[in-house]
């Protein structure tokens, strides 16, 4: 770092953008738990959830007014969106799995285009690793107590209507689509997306201070990136929403395959 | 996502295509991990790559099988 610092010229930031010290050292059992800005973000995010919903619902009415108004439009668009379109009427009973799922990963993923904050959350692989967890374990679950412990995993692992020889190719296939690949997958597409996003952002405001403040014939090229900059605000804002939205929906496509099982 | 889908049935569009990518990666990554382990035990070299076909051969066939339409 010493040395990179004495470098002239500009420097890109790079991954030590997503490295923060410990606020608070804890170390329990040979394991680190100490509080750092992520996870004082974490807290944040998990109260400013937990207080919309408490604000919207405490005294509900029956014409909705306000945050209420807002609130209720978002878990109606989870309930009819995604839950009904994806999993059915059955599905009605994880639309609170659900729409803590979009809403949480949302406002973490908000992080990263407020300014202040200005990190996303799912930036760090804790949080998409644990949400990704959760999903395989919650569909598994289903899938157990819908069809039966030896019924779901044979249907899992054993594609119905194919010769039995077949199945050595394919059972290891299946083994690792369904219990490795789709947590790894929601996950790693949560982290990787916020990562560039915010990457993208730090590299385009950094270069429009240096391009600025240079006084040279790169301070026309610096309205250029900052314009540019806040088009990419815009469009870390719409990302922050999409991958909420493909992460609650591939859940739920997961959780609607484990009722269901394939014919 | 725009055209509403009969509830109950899993809908289609941007799920099949994860899906799909995600059945040909797991298929590359279980008989790759097999072959690269055969490789491991009989010391030979060519078996990982042996598995990675197998493998995107046996995904091929998963995916036609579940959504090759007919």
Request: avoid cysteine; charged fraction near 10%.
């Amino acid at each position: 770092m010493t040395v990179l610092a004495q470098r002239e010229g500009f420097q890109a930031p790079g991954i030590e953008e997503f490295e923060w010290p410990n606020l608070v050292d804890l170390h329990l059992f040979g394991i680190d738990l100490g509080i750092n800005r992520v996870v004082l973000q974490m807290f944040l995010v998990a109260l400013v959830v937990w207080l919309l919903f408490f604000l919207a619902f405490r005294t509900p009415k029956l014409a909705p007014a306000g945050l209420q108004n807002v609130m209720e439009s978002l878990v109606d668009f989870i309930r009819n969106q995604i839950v009904l379109e994806n999993i059915g009427p059955d599905g009605l009973r994880f639309l609170p799995y659900l729409t803590t799922l979009f809403v949480f990963i949302f406002f973490g993923n908000l992080g990263g285009v407020l300014p202040l904050i200005s990190f996303p959350l799912n930036g760090r692989m804790a949080l998409p690793a644990i949400m990704g967890v959760s999903s395989l374990l919650l569909f598994i679950a289903v899938g157990i107590s819908q069809q039966g412990f030896l019924h779901y995993f044979r249907n899992a692992l054993f594609p119905p209507g194919v010769p039995a020889p077949i199945y050595i190719l394919l059972t290891p296939i299946e083994l690792v689509s369904t219990f490795i690949v789709r947590p790894v997958t929601l996950a790693i597409r949560l982290l990787a997306n916020m990562i560039a996003g915010h990457l993208i952002l730090s590299v385009f405001f950094v270069a429009t201070g240096y391009m600025l403040t240079s006084m040279n014939i790169s301070t026309l090229f610096g309205v250029g990136a900052l314009l540019f900059a806040v088009a990419l605000v815009a469009f870390e804002l719409f990302v922050a929403g999409l991958q909420a939205y493909v992460f609650t929906i591939l859940s739920a496509v997961y959780i609607a395959g484990a009722l269901e099982p394939e014919h | 996502m725009s055209q509403p889908e009969p509830p109950g049935k899993p809908g289609g569009g941007g799920d099949i295509v994860w899906s799909i990518i995600g059945t040909l990666v797991a298929g590359v990554l279980a008989w790759g991990a097999i072959g690269w382990l055969l490789d491991r035990w009989l010391g030979t070299e060519f078996l990982v790559a042996v598995g990675i076909l197998v493998g995107a051969a046996g995904a091929f066939y998963l995916i036609i099988r579940r959504y090759g339409g007919g």
